[in-house]
């Protein structure tokens, strides 16, 4: 099983929107692990994403942090354990393809009725898939009629650094994003699995205002779904230049 982000599908059998589990998968689940210790992701590294109507983000998903994964390789068989602090609550078992990057099987709920506040059914299908890292130059248009393009660069901690402009007729604004202050070891890394967040700096002739950051890639970083807060919402769907 490679090593590195992982987005992994819990669908169930009740109806119920997908939840995406990311994970930044390491040795032992810390950065520089040891290889004999296993596979996982820590508290920093593993997140949870759904979309709900009338979501904390946008109005359109939610976003549930401070989970932990593990895993255990038996020739091609995976068995994916999920934990809520030191509580297991669910369990997968799959099978990994040849080449170590994704895998299908099932899941089960261990003693919960629901992943974070996302009502899930006791069992279902799950599958996961390698997931390309952030690094190169993003366009696109947002909600708010401006052009945005940034160019990010993700490192090893699964941090990102980014620059561009947002153009509104009129005026043009400066975007930074730095890395997030100790993330990976004592905060939460920027990019988790395909999901990336984080605040930032926008700077023009009014001024300088700071703003967050939320989006969902696809696996191979071709396009992100993006939202932004500054006192109010806006989205738009970048492309990989």
């Known amino acids: 099983m490679q090593i590195g982000q992982w987005e992994f599908t819990v669908a169930s059998t009740n109806g119920d929107p997908n939840i995406y589990v990311e994970a930044d998968v390491l040795h032992g689940g810390t950065p ?6 296993g596979l996982g992701s820590y508290i920093y590294e593993t997140a949870l994403f759904w ?8 109005g359109s998903y939610e976003y549930c942090t401070n989970w932990q994964t593990s895993f255990s390789v038996t020739g091609n068989t995976v068995t994916a354990l999920l934990f809520a602090g ?4 669910a ?14 099987g099932t899941f089960q709920l261990t003693g919960v009725s629901a992943l974070c506040a996302a009502p899930v059914s006791s069992s279902g ?9 952030l690094n190169a130059t993003y366009k696109g248009s947002m909600s708010d009629g401006s052009q945005l393009t940034v160019q990010v660069t993700q490192d090893s ?8 402009t947002s153009v509104s007729p009129g005026v ?10 100790g993330g990976g070891s004592t905060a939460l890394s920027n990019v988790i699995g395909a999901a990336v967040s984080g605040s930032g700096t926008a700077t023009n002739v009014n001024g300088s205002q700071n703003f967050q950051i939320f989006g969902h890639f696809s696996p191979d970083a071709s396009q992100i779904s993006f939202a932004s807060y500054n006192g109010g ?7 990989k230049q």
């Open 32 to 37: 520089g692990g040891n290889p004999s210790a």
């Open 51 to 58: 979309p709900q109507t009338g979501g904390s983000i946008a």
């Open 86 to 89: 030191t509580n297991q609550v």
């Open 91 to 104: 369990q997968a078992t799959a099978t990994l393809s040849t080449d170590g990057k994704s895998m299908t």
């Open 125 to 133: 299908t799950f599958s996961g898939q390698v997931i390309a890292p």
């Open 157 to 164: 901690s699964y941090d990102i650094t980014a620059t561009g």
């Open 172 to 181: 043009t604004t400066n975007l930074i994003i730095n890395p997030n202050p």
């Open 233 to 239: 919402w806006t989205t738009g769907t970048l492309s």
